[in-house]
């Protein structure tokens, strides 16, 4: 299963606001209840931030993947977005994060929350890829670019 499958365009933020870790994980959220009807907003947060509990899920090099699960869904939801500024996401490698993929899958789904996770681990492992996520002039550009590398993976 491929991201752009995944990740709808209009759930891409080219310039998200937030300046904390909770924040970001709200946006994020906000994101992607553009198309994904019938989310419960705060349980979605809730359901996020105690998975950052348990280990941050900034992975470092400016990335962070933030992921959770809930009973009530049916599929695999994602959405992108992009901090300039950076934001202070107690990545391993103590810099801020610029890029997020926030992801939510469905409590009994395993392995393709796995494969995705990893699918866009690989992706953001790329130097070249997360330079021209950063250059992207919007959220446009943003999901060509995913779509055009990920075809290379």
Do not use: C, W
Not at 78 to 100: E, N, Q, T, Y
């Amino acid at each position: 299963m491929k991201i752009v499958d995944l990740l709808h365009p209009a759930a891409i933020a080219a310039d998200i606001e937030a300046t904390g870790k909770n924040e970001t994980l709200a946006e994020l959220t906000d994101v992607m209840m553009k198309v994904a009807n019938g989310l419960d907003r705060d349980e979605v947060i809730r359901v996020l931030q105690e998975r950052e509990r348990l280990g941050s899920t900034g992975i470092g090099e400016g990335v962070a993947i933030p992921h959770g699960k809930l009973k009530d869904i049916k599929k695999l939801l994602i959405s992108f977005g992009r901090s300039r500024r950076g934001v202070d996401f107690d990545s391993m490698d103590g810099k801020p994060a610029h890029l997020f993929f926030l992801l939510i899958a469905p409590e009994e789904s395993v392995g393709i929350h796995l494969k995705t996770l990893a699918r866009i681990s690989k992706l953001l492992k790329n130097p070249a890829v997360r330079r021209r996520l950063l250059d992207a002039a919007g959220s446009e550009e943003i999901y060509r670019i995913i779509s055009e590398e990920e075809e290379k993976l």
